[in-house]
């Protein structure tokens, strides 16, 4: 009775059941893979629209999704009158457990390991009984819930879930894990990431608050200070570098962990979060240890040689270096150029003052048709008033009509221009050649039209009274208007 008391107990506590992972059915993880593509623009995701998803019947996927409210994998809610369903963690988990299994990731789960106020650690093991590391994002505590003023998941985003949120943050994590470990920092193996998922790989050592006594101290303390050097020389702060965050082995070797907050060494406050990074190993060690040393590192002294934060797009950094750093690495680091490409650049600036003078040409002949076009109005104008005067003079008329006859026609040979022409011609090439007039707005008089445009549309929406916003709505006001009118007269 105790051991059943026991067993009952801890699983309450972790909250974390997987057992009925292995009898939900094909059917049940479509309904929740449906509910997971509904709640991408909806806050609860209605019946109609899960079923539309899953491609199941109506009646059938309202039974499985009962079943699933009964495993607490989603919830039913009806706020303000709209019934709906969400996922809840359980069921997040289950959906990255289920997709880790099909990878051949994961075929165990063990213990609870570590807690935190933005995740759980578990015990993981392969099908071969090789040991991992699951973590598994939980943000949304009540112990933390600043996450949007603390950390920038959501960049020019202002709202999601909490689910959406743990899943950036295990996606950054992911990354900064497999480009340090790349680059040879000690940080845990990555193995694979789904959602809110990462597992890494297990390390034998204890976490340096649970330390009381180290051999080296000095050495140790070098070693951390060193890490931190190494971080910024790379362009990133690691934002949370303590003893909770630190483990040690038995041969004194440290692994670093918890990297989702790490920023750039461009961030406006980095000064201020290195300085606590290095703060916080030198108050513990004078705590725990009894050891205080002068020997500290400053940023203003640290060279970056890697830009790892403009690669992982860290918080902070800027499309300047972005930029700067796509230049870096398209360019050649030569110490000066060859003669081939000094004649290349001859020959190229050559053809750029080339096509500077056809611009220029084309410009100044766009300006001579414009003229040569006022010109020939003005000609034919005054041509027309010497005809209107001459009209009286039916002789030389009918000689010019007889000559005109006994002329081929124009046309048959090239080049061919009369009056009409000429103006088709003019027209034609003053279009091609024509130059747009630039607003002397500025920018900020631009945007200015533009958001007293926008609150001019906010007024008139305002105006239309609630529950009108429908054409059917205004239909049946109106008509309820016209009959109450209508009562008036009897």
Not at 108 to 119: D, F, L, P, Q, R
Not at 230 to 256: K, S, Y
Not at 330 to 349: A, C, F, R, V
Request: net charge negative; aromatic share 8%.
């Amino acid at each position: 009775i105790n051991t059943n008391y026991f067993i009952q107990t801890n699983l309450r506590m972790v909250k974390f059941d997987v057992r009925q992972l292995r009898y939900l059915s094909r059917e049940e993880f479509r309904c929740l893979v449906a509910l997971e593509m509904g709640m991408k623009n909806h806050e609860t995701c209605p019946s109609e629209l899960i079923a539309s998803i899953a491609n199941l019947r109506h009646g059938g996927c309202f039974k499985i999704l009962r079943d699933l409210v009964q495993y607490k994998l989603i919830r039913y809610d009806h706020k303000n009158g709209i019934r709906g369903y969400h996922l809840t963690y359980a069921g997040y988990d289950y959906l990255a457990l289920r997709s880790l299994c099909n990878q051949d990731v994961v075929y165990a789960i063990g213990n609870k390991i570590g807690v935190g106020k933005e995740s759980d650690i578990y015990m993981a093991a392969t099908e071969d009984d090789t040991q991992y590391v699951l973590k598994l994002h939980r943000l949304g505590r009540i112990c933390f819930r600043k996450v949007k003023e603390k950390r920038d998941y959501l960049r020019k985003r202002k709202n999601a879930s909490w689910l959406y949120l743990s899943r950036l943050a295990a996606e950054r994590e992911f990354s900064f894990l497999k480009a340090l470990h790349d680059r040879g920092y000690p940080v845990p193996e990555p193995m694979s990431c789904n959602r809110h998922a990462i597992v890494m790989s297990l390390i034998q050592g204890y976490p340096l608050s649970q330390v009381k006594t180290i051999t080296n101290t000095a050495k140790v303390y070098s070693k951390l200070m060193q890490l931190i050097v190494r971080l910024a020389q790379m362009g990133l702060i690691h934002g949370d570098f303590n003893e909770f965050n630190l483990m040690i082995d038995d041969d004194e070797r440290i692994t670093v962990i918890d990297l989702p907050q790490m920023i750039s060494t461009s961030h406006i406050n980095a000064e201020y979060y290195f300085n606590r990074d290095v703060e916080c190993i030198r108050t513990w060690f004078k705590k725990r240890y009894n050891f205080d040393s002068d020997d500290r590192p400053y940023l203003s002294d640290i060279v970056c040689d890697a830009k790892v934060d403009v690669e992982m797009k860290a918080s902070g950094y800027s499309r300047e270096l972005n930029d700067a750093f796509e230049d870096l690495t398209l360019t050649k680091q030569d110490e000066g150029p060859s003669e081939e490409e000094e004649d290349s650049d001859s020959s190229i600036s050559a053809e750029e003052e080339y096509e500077d003078e056809e611009v220029e040409s084309i410009g100044n002949c766009g300006q001579d048709i414009e003229e040569g076009k006022q010109q020939e109005e003005d000609s034919a104008d005054e041509s027309e008033d010497e005809e209107e005067e001459k009209s009286g003079e039916n002789d030389e008329e009918s000689e010019e009509s007889g000559d005109e006859d006994a002329r081929p026609n124009n046309k048959d040979y090239l080049p061919y221009r009369d009056r009409k022409s000429a103006k088709e011609v003019a027209k034609k090439a003053t279009h091609t050649f024509a130059v747009k007039k630039q607003s002397n707005l500025s920018r900020d008089e631009i945007k200015k039209k533009v958001r007293d445009l926008e609150a001019k549309k906010r007024v008139k929406q305002r105006r239309v009274k609630k529950g009108e916003k429908f054409y059917l709505n205004r239909e049946k006001r109106q008509a309820a208007n016209e009959i109450k009118g209508a009562d008036a007269w009897f």
